[in-house]
């Protein structure tokens, strides 16, 4: 069974420092591995998509995230902390089936301290 | 346009009503799901529709009703509702149920309490 382990309920930085959000994953298959971020009242926005290409995905927002096989790790990142990027953030994976399901980590809270 | 668009934001509702949900894409996605998110908790699936077919029910209670009338449009009809149902609902859209890698469009959702 596929499932995705975000590591902190709660990550808190100050502006213009560096931003790791963890992910690690367990499928039995290569995946498909998404970081979708959520505003407050808001829906969710893809963030950026590993799809067996490059391990190095840049995604919007000045985020990226690196697919580390031998770790089972999509840890995502950004080099400089803003303000507006205070939100929760979710790291989700599918398998390449018909199904289109979409398997959730439980979350994690960025706060941005001034 | 590359959204998908809920009505309404927020609904309040009593245990007897019966209200309806709207989710609408006009992106030419094939594949649209529904999404129950707690507060402070993940989204969890509920139903996926491929094809304007019903195609994966994560065993919801039957007080929830899906709905798929054309490509574009999906409601969610409830009723008889209890207070725990309470959450923020959300649609999302993708070219296709078989085309996972391309990821999800979501809704910005609807806010619904249960009185």
């Known amino acids: 069974a596929q499932s995705v382990t975000q590591l902190g309920s709660h990550v808190s930085v100050s502006e213009g420092a560096l931003v790791l959000l963890r992910c690690n994953y367990s499928?039995?298959?290569?995946?498909?591995l998404f970081w979708y971020v959520q505003y407050p009242n808001q829906g969710l926005q893809l963030l950026l998509k590993?799809?067996?290409?490059?391990?190095l995905v840049k995604g919007i927002n000045g985020f990226e995230a690196e697919f580390k096989k031998s770790e089972t790790s999509f840890h995502l990142t950004k080099p400089s902390a803003h303000m507006s990027d205070a939100a929760e953030y979710f790291c989700a994976v599918s398998k390449a089936s018909n199904t289109g399901k979409l398997i959730f980590g439980q979350g994690t809270t960025l706060q941005v301290k001034p | 346009d590359t959204e998908v668009t809920q009505t309404p934001k927020h609904l309040v509702m009593g245990m007897t009503n019966k209200k309806s949900l709207k989710c609408e894409q006009h992106?030419?996605?094939?594949?649209m799901y529904w999404y129950k998110q707690k507060a402070k908790k993940p989204p969890e699936l509920m139903f996926v529709?491929?094809?304007?077919?019903?195609?994966i029910n994560e065993s919801v209670p039957s007080r929830f009703s899906p709905e798929c009338p054309n490509s574009s449009l999906l409601n969610l009809h409830l009723h008889a509702l209890q207070p725990e149902d309470s959450a923020l609902y959300l649609c999302?859209?993708?070219?296709?149920?078989?085309?996972?890698?391309?990821?999800?469009?979501f809704g910005s959702g609807t806010r619904l309490t249960v009185v």
């Open positions: 529709y491929s094809y304007e077919k019903l195609s």
């Open positions: 999302a859209s993708s070219q296709d149920s078989g085309q996972a890698p391309y990821g999800y469009t």
């Open positions: 499928s039995s298959v290569p995946p498909y």
């Open positions: 590993y799809t067996s290409a490059a391990t």
């Open positions: 992106m030419g996605h094939r594949a």
